[in-house]
C-alpha cells in the first residue's frame, strides 16, 4: 500500500494499493494499444483536449491546489499559482506543438530532403513530490501534442496528485490509456524499463535515482531525459540595484519552503554590498509567515517528510562545527524548519558543496568577477545560475564563464514553457520545454528523395 500522510498536521490522507505484476502489464498494453491509436490523430484534436485540460486546471484550481498542500505541505497559494501554471504549459503546447514539429526542409543535391518528426511511443515519467502537478504536466503536454503516450511512476507520498492528473486527462477527453497513472514501489521501475512497450524514460529526482534508470535505459538502449540536483548561485554584484536583488533572491530561495531543485541555494555577495544586502535580506525573510500550508497568508510551510527536515538540520550543524554562523533562525521542529541564514560558508562546507533542500541559504563572499565564477561553478551542479547587476554588457561577458544549463540576469532561475529547461554536469541532460523538449523523445526520421 502507498500512504500519503499531511506533513503539517500527520493526518493520514490516502491510501492506494500497488499494482501486482499482471496489472502493470495490462496497463502498458493498454497504452501501447492507445499509442497505434493516437499517433495517427491530427495535430487539431490534440490541441483541443490540451486546451480541455486547461480549462479544467483553471476551474478546479483550487481543489486542486488543496491535494497539493495536504500531500506534501506547500503553501496554498503556491499550490493553486502551480496548477495555474500547468494550465499554460497545456495552453502553450496546444498552440505551439504543430508548427515546432512541422518537416524541416534541408537543401541537398536530392530533388527533396527532409526530416520528419515522428512520436517513439509509450513514455514512462518517473517524478518527484516537490512540485507534484507541474513536474508532470511539463512532461505530458508536449508528448501527447507529439503523439506520444504516458504512464507516470510518481513519488510514493503524493499518489492522491497523482491519481486526480490521470482523471483531469479524462475529465478532457483524451482517450483510455493516454496518460496513465501507476501505483508502483521504486523496486518495479527497472523491470518496467524493460518492457518491451516502453520506449524511453524522463526522470525529475536524485542523482542516484538518475544514475539508476538511466544505467537500466541504456542496457536496453532506450532514451533518458535526466532532470537532476542542483545548487544554484545567487551571485549579487556590487553595482546591482540592491533592494530589487533582495526580494528575488528572498524568492529564489524560499518559495515551495525551500524544496526546488532550480531554487538559489549559494547566496555569493561582493564584498562591498555585503553589509546593505544582509540587514535588508535578513529583515525581509524574518518577516515570512510560517504556520498552516492551508493558509492563504502562509508563506513558509512544512517539509515534506520528517527524514528531510533531519537530513537538512544535519548540513546546517555540520556546517556550523566547520566555521559558519547562523546569523537567523537554524531550528528544526518535526517537519518545520525555521528559513535560515549561514554567513562565513565556505567551499567545504555541505551547505555549499550539497543540495540543501528546504529554507537554508548559505553566504559566501567575494571580490572580482573571476572570483565570483569561479564560486559559482566550484559544484558538481549545473542547472542555473542568477546574476545581478545593472550593467549588461559585464553580464554577457560572464555569461559563457558559467558552467550551466541557464543563466538569468536580475532574475531567479525558473522554468517557462517557452525556454528549454535543463542542465549540465551532475543536473543531468536533455531538455524540457520549448520546441527543444517537445522534439526529445521523438525520432528525427531523415528522408531523401531523388
Known sequence: MKTSINPYNGEKLHSFKELNNKELHSKVKLSHECYLKWKKTFFEERSELLLNTARELKAQARKYGEIITKEMGK?????VAEVEKCAWVCEYYAEHGKKQLEEENIKTDASESYVYYEPLGVILAVMPWNYPFWQVFRFAAPNLMAGNVGVLKHASNVMKSAQMI??????AGFPEGCFQNLVLSSDKIAPLI????????????SKPAGASVASKAGEHIKKTVLELGGSNALIVFEDADIDAAVTTCLNARFQNTGQSCIAGKRLLLH????????EKFVTQVSELKSGDPMDDDTYIGVLAREDLAKDLEEQVNDSVAMGATVILGGKRAGTYFEPT??????PKMPVFYQETFGPVIGVTTFSTDEEAVSLSNASDFGLGVSIFTKDRERAKKLIPQFDEGAVFVNELVKSDPRLPFGGVKISGYGRELSSHGIKEFMN?????IQ
Not at 503553501?75 to 499550490?79: C, G, L, R, W
Not at 524493460?194 to 529526482?205: M, P
Request: aromatic share 8%; hydrophobic share 40%.
Open 341 to 346: 541564514i549561514l554567513c562565513d560558508v565556505s
Open 194 to 205: 524493460e518492457h518491451e512497450h516502453i520506449k524511453a524514460v524522463t526522470l525529475t529526482g
Open 271 to 278: 564584498t562591498v554590498i555585503k553589509d546593505d544586502f544582509l
Open 166 to 171: 490521470q482523471e483531469i486527462f479524462t475529465l
Open 444 to 448: 528525427k526520421k531523415t528522408v531523401y
Open 75 to 79: 503553501p496554498i497559494t503556491q499550490s
